[in-house]
């Protein structure tokens, strides 16, 4: 049997994990498919998430609803155990297009022509701007309260309100140097898409 492509391989994990998730054993699963009036046996859903089996589209809706997903969900998976993909991240697209970029297009946000992608990439580098200061702002806000405790800090280090001070500080810390990675990273793409015109 040929290797599965990457959309099958992205829904057959997709299967198991949303399954999983939900505590449903693949009868389980079987037994809600059933009572949706699109039956899927036991097997023929164990087959699906080895990938042995491929999952047409009704099967994939029927899936996707059971488990309380999408169908977009579901086609964008990427299992978080899955090496850097040598190729796309589904079957026929662009090796470049990432996963936020494949599930707007799935949603129907975004085509995948190069002036929509340009255009996608803008507004995802805007969005990334604002809360990236949002997240600055709120650093900010948490370090000049740190400071009107000044003493307080550092003599009642325990105390419950500095306590929360500190998480909430680190907390900031997490989120801005986050956003300012994922900033860089839409930076560089946007970069090198207007490069490929």
Do not use: F
């Amino acid at each position: 049997m040929p290797s599965p492509l990457p959309t099958s391989l992205a829904v057959s994990d997709a299967i198991t994990h949303y399954r999983q998730l939900r505590e449903l054993t693949v009868d389980e699963l079987a037994y809600v498919l059933g009572t949706l009036d699109h039956p899927i046996s036991a097997d023929a859903l164990a087959e699906m998430e080895r990938c042995t089996r491929h999952v047409i589209v009704d099967d994939l809706v029927a899936i996707a609803y059971a488990l309380h997903t999408t169908p977009a969900v579901l086609l964008s998976h990427i299992p978080i155990d899955m090496p850097e993909p040598e190729g796309p991240l589904a079957t026929g697209l662009p090796d470049d297009v990432d996963q936020t970029e494949l599930r707007a297009w799935l949603e129907g946000k975004t085509t995948l022509d190069h002036q929509s992608r340009v255009s996608w990439w803008k507004e995802r580098l805007a969005r990334l701007r604002v809360r990236s200061a949002h997240y600055e702002e709120q650093l900010q806000g948490a370090y000049a309260e740190l400071c009107e405790l000044d003493g307080l800090a550092l003599q009642e280090a325990e105390v419950p309100p500095v306590q929360r001070l500190q998480r909430r500080i680190q907390d900031s810390e997490h989120a801005l140097n986050q956003s300012e990675v994922a900033l860089a990273l839409t930076e560089h793409r946007l970069d090198n898409l207007r490069e490929g015109a």
